[in-house]
């Protein structure tokens, strides 16, 4: 089954996983289910409630991505369900008394509700991300895609992650190195194809994130392995027989990463199959909180021949975009502030203040009322030409809460294995003193092409005309 | 992306000075790297990348000038300084530390070094040990050595080591480092200052990845995936960065370097690909530019030639593309005039006519070319215009200098549903004005005018005539959800025992903003929004309306 992260396809189809956009980072993750699989007794089918009222999944399946979808007047409440999910538990405020399940073989035809909507949308990393049930501290975008970006995790490449945690790392992995589904492999000839191979030490964990690899459509993309990599390494299947995942990037989002790192080697002392590829780069990641923790790793990493090692944060925050309006004259306005904008309109504005207050005064001395309610209604004038969208300030500030720090990141290179023999080789292919003198010609620039084809034209054209005048006067002569 | 360094590959030569080059190593030369000297591109070549050599000062018996400098010895410093660390810190708890090493004895000037200039020119001619000598000298003669604090004598050391030391770090050219390089060693405005930071982000955001191998299966009923807009003003640096991660920057590995392969066999190869381009294949099997119907770049460009200059470094030239390079096939390129209006474009709407096999025949031999080349290049654009203007692509990547209102408004149309739209900016308020254009406010106006527009339709009978929407919103607010803006930055540490911190400079200038969108369809019959009001909505008929009451449930 293909994977909608990968390849949606364009339209939602049933048991693929979608997102359901409610609002800015309000995004529900569903699999969608042309029956009521967990059998909570919607006549409807499979439901998904949401704030903005209820979805059955037959009115998803089958949309194009991105559809704007109407809620659906779904009896929420007459069902013969027991209180399980916590999370479905509003649905049990709305009114309506419990009559039992009903016959659900044949199910009910949605009909649409007078509001309420939502977006259906394919997951992709980044949304997942932002929607997935939280296991452990996730590793967010900022983070991930640089990491993947340094760690050269491209189409084809394998990489190794440990541990797993919520899998948000695990999805954009995948993405990164996918090239194709496992299935294709035979038609095509011995191309490698990108592969995750992920560790978890939990066995919950573990086990979840295993169901969520293979309800995503990913298997043979991803391969979980439960195991306490300290202790066992990297090996796929048997910890010291088993297949090495010949990797060439590898995310160690662990507590104590200095630990794993003896496993990570080009020849494991155990005498067991070294994890990476012998015959590529191998480029490593360290994700941890803490400077002590870096400041251990690193010193393994330099004593195990780690090279090019170096260490960053990422500090990335969002951006609030808005209008601002200040002016005496937005009273009453949303959002406004009330107070001069320029000194012009502070100055007008005392003015006219000190006059009133004169009139005041000069009202209470003489014993009398002033009216001066005329005056105000005048001093404000609307403008009604320019919409409401468009006054005010365009301004913008940082988000109102930030991630001030996720983890440091520590990057580190391992070159490919090279024996003394492999390099004798390469002198005998690539003599050492051999040398060229003569400078190649230079390839034929776009111009030069031109240029020539002109000239060959050219020369056609000319010889065209000699021959015509060659008939000429060959005609002439006869 | 190869693990070895391969022949008239660009690669990137790390100095000493932490300055790079980038270098093509062409078999048989010599490569000169100023005052570090120079090496024979053959002692590098086969070789891994990530390799530190030296340069010796008597080459071997058979020619070999260069040593591979192990990682123990790169590293020799920091371990010994690490293990010396460790004792320091026993002998501080048992309380027999010596006094603390301060800099306030230090002299600040010049004359602590006792070596001329002169002398120092004249070592540098003598010298051996790459170098190493020479920095050995220096310290011996530097007469407040030993009142330096261990800090500052670590500093100039390298200080010295970077200045005479010969060596040098080769590093495979890929988007990172030639990303660093043209930031660093470059004019960064030409490439708008992008960052690594910024390029991975991109990708991410406009989730940009290998489209699967639709190619092969050939199911003409599944749409073809991984077609991706971009726009990119950044000479080709976008494109490239994108390339690579949908696998198609890089030429495949059909015969990965085997080194049991002989000399000669490499020759032959070499023979072999020259032959192949003399004598001239039949026309049907070369692969036609810009074919591909998956996995796919169409690349928008304002002047009437694509800038991807930049894409030499990965062994394709625009002007002379090689065949055999995967972006041959999948980099398509087209002007603005040919997606929004192709008819008055001058090549797409000239279209040569086409010739029998008669009357071709009945051509020279260079009038049958110059037809050939005619018909060709306007096919190939006219089935990228086709193919671009029936619209379903995956996402839109833009690092452009043009406005982004009217590249949203062309393309957007063109993406499928929950497509993604990432935009790089150097600077906030291209973006902001952006943003503003999709806000709450102006949503909700546009939906309501919509709606009016549409009553008066039902009221008269006719079709609707939306005309005046567009004048008043330059960009349709209901087709893009939830527009966020970015912005990240990378800050690098240096990590020594007791002397960890963050690097004392940096790089300033433009900090760089992502705007990141998903393309929604709105359904065609209006929907009332539910959810927590904070207020009710009453039925709207001015064209105006107070708009910030509904922020909550239009998003």
């Not at chain 1, 695990?170 to 194809?193: I, M, Q």
């Not at chain 1, 994130?209 to 195991?227: A, P, Y």
């Not at chain 1, 870096?294 to 960053?312: A, H, K, P």
Request: charged residues 25%; aromatic residues 6%.
């Amino acid at each position: 089954m293909p994977s909608p992260f990968l390849t949606p396809g364009s339209v939602a189809q049933a048991d693929d996983v979608a997102l359901l956009h409610l609002r800015r980072d309000q995004t529900i993750p569903t699999i969608l289910r042309a029956t009521d699989d967990e059998n909570l007794g919607y006549k409807e089918g499979k439901v998904s409630n949401t704030r903005f009222g209820s979805f059955p999944h037959s009115t998803l399946i089958n949309q194009p991505w991105g559809s704007q979808i109407v809620a659906s007047k779904v009896d929420t409440g007459s069902r013969g369900r027991k209180p399980s999910n916590k999370r479905k538990a509003e649905e049990l405020e709305a009114s309506g008394t419990t009559t039992g399940a009903e016959d659900s073989s044949s199910l009910k035809k949605p009909e649409a509700a007078s509001s309420g909507f939502l977006h259906l949308t394919y997951p992709t990393p980044e949304s997942w991300t932002l929607s997935l049930p939280h296991r452990t501290q996730v590793v967010y975008t900022p983070d991930y895609s640089y990491i993947l970006h340094r760690l050269r995790a491209r189409a084809g490449g394998t990489v190794i992650e440990a541990g797993a945690g919520s899998g948000s790392f695990t999805h954009a992995a995948v993405r990164a190195v996918f090239n194709g589904y496992p299935s294709e492999k035979s038609a095509t000839k011995k191309r490698r194809l990108g592969k995750v191979c992920s560790f978890e030490f939990h066995e919950q964990r573990a086990a979840r994130v295993k169901e969520e690899i293979s309800e995503h459509g990913l298997d043979g993309l991803v391969e979980v392995t439960h195991r306490d990599v300290y202790e066992d390494g990297f090996l796929l299947g048997d910890p010291k027989t088993g297949r090495s995942p010949k990797a060439s990037a590898i995310f160690l989002d662990l507590p104590a990463p200095w630990l794993a790192l003896k496993h990570l080697v080009r020849k494991p002392a155990s005498g067991t199959e070294s994890p990476l590829d012998p015959s590529s780069t191998a480029y490593l990641c360290t994700f941890s909180p803490c400077l002590e923790q870096v400041e251990r790793t690193v010193r393994l990493m330099r004593q195990l021949g780690w090279l090019d090692i170096s260490m960053v944060e990422v500090n990335h925050h969002r951006i609030d975009v808005k209008r601002e309006r200040i002016g005496l004259d937005c009273e009453g306005v949303r959002g406004a502030t009330v107070f001069p904008k320029s000194v012009d309109e502070a100055m007008s504005k005392l003015l006219t203040d000190d006059e009133r207050a004169k009139r005041l005064r000069t009202a209470h001395l003489e014993g009398t009322r002033a009216n001066l309610t005329e005056e105000d209604t005048t001093s404000t004038p609307k403008d009604q030409t320019v919409p409401t969208y468009n006054l005010g300030r365009l301004v913008h500030r940082t988000e109102s809460e930030i991630k001030t720090h996720t983890s440091y990141l520590v990057f580190a290179i391992l070159p490919r294995d090279w024996s003394e023999e492999d390099e004798q080789k390469c002198r005998r292919k690539w003599p050492s003193d051999k040398l060229e003198a003569e400078e190649k010609m230079a390839p034929k620039t776009r111009k030069q092409q031109k240029k020539e084809f002109k000239e060959l034209r050219l020369r056609e054209q000319q010889e065209e005309k000699e021959e015509k005048e060659q008939q000429a006067t060959e005609t002439s002569e006869a | 992306m190869h693990s070895s360094i391969r022949p008239n590959q660009f690669v990137v030569i790390q100095l000493p000075s932490d300055q790079t080059r980038i270098v093509k190593l062409v078999p048989n030369t010599i490569v000169q790297l100023g005052k570090y000297g120079s090496f024979a591109a053959n002692q590098i070549l086969g070789r891994p990348f990530f390799f530190t050599f030296e340069i010796l000062d008597a080459p071997q018996s058979d020619g070999y000038q260069l040593r591979v400098v192990p990682a123990e010895e790169l590293h020799a410093e920091n371990l010994i300084e690490e293990a010396e660390a460790d004792g320091e810190g026993e002998e501080g708890e048992s309380g027999a530390s010596t006094p603390m090493r301060t800099n306030r004895n230090i002299v600040d000037d010049a004359s602590t070094q006792k070596l001329t200039t002169q002398e120092i020119e004249e070592l540098k001619k003598e010298a051996s040990g790459a170098g190493k000598d020479i920095v050995a000298k220096l310290l011996e003669s530097h007469t407040n050595l030993d009142k330096k604090t261990a800090f500052s004598l670590a500093k100039y050391t390298l200080r010295k080591r970077k200045k005479y030391i010969r060596r040098f770090t080769v590093l495979p050219l890929d988007v990172g480092f030639l990303t660093n390089f043209l930031l660093d060693q470059r004019d960064a405005q030409r490439t708008m200052e992008l960052r690594d930071e910024h390029v991975g982000l991109l990708g991410c955001l406009g989730n940009v990845h290998h489209g699967g191998n639709s190619t092969l299966d050939a199911i003409p009923t599944i749409k073809p995936n991984g077609r991706y807009f971009v726009v990119d003003e950044t000479g080709g640096l976008v494109v490239a960065a994108m390339a690579e991660r949908m696998g198609i920057l890089y030429p495949e590995d059909d015969e990965e370097e085997d080194l049991n392969e002989d000399s000669s066999a490499m020759a032959q190869d070499g023979t072999e690909t020259t032959e192949k381009k003399t004598t001239s294949t039949p026309r049907r099997k070369r692969p036609r530019p810009m074919s591909a119907s998956g996995n796919t770049i169409t690349v928008i460009h304002a002047y009437s030639q694509p800038n991807l200059s930049l894409l030499k470094y990965f062994g394709y030239d625009i002007n002379t593309p090689d065949e055999s390079h995967p972006l041959h096939t999948h980099l398509k390129t087209m002007s603005w005039l040919q997606l929004v209006d192709p008819s008055t474009d001058p090549i797409l709407s000239n279209e040569p006519p086409a010739l029998s096999a008669e009357e071709l025949s009945g051509l020279k031999a260079s009038k049958r070319t110059a037809y050939y080349f005619k018909r060709n290049r306007w096919e190939k654009f006219r089935a990228v215009t086709d193919e671009a203007r029936a619209g379903g692509f995956d996402g839109l990547i833009a690092a452009t200098l043009l406005e982004p209102a009217g590249v949203l408004k062309h393309t957007i149309p063109l993406l499928s549903g929950s497509a993604a739209v990432a935009i790089y900016s150097p600077t906030i308020e291209p973006l902001t004005e952006l943003m503003d254009l999709y806000s709450t406010a102006r949503r909700t106006a546009f939906i309501n005018r919509k709606r009016d527009l549409e009553m008066q339709k039902t009221s008269d009978g006719e079709t609707v005539d939306f005309a005046p929407l567009s004048e008043e919103f330059p960009l349709d607010p209901t087709r893009l959800l939830p527009p966020t803006l970015h912005t990240t930055r990378v800050r690098a540490w240096q990590v020594l025992p007791g002397r960890t911190h963050p690097l004392m400079t940096g790089r300033g200038g433009a900090e760089g903003y992502l705007f990141h969108g998903v393309h929604v369809i709105p359904a065609s019959a209006n929907i009332q929004a539910a959810g927590t009001f904070r207020k009710k909505r009453k039925v709207e008929t001015t064209s105006t309306p107070a708009s910030d009451r509904d922020v909550e449930m239009t998003s």
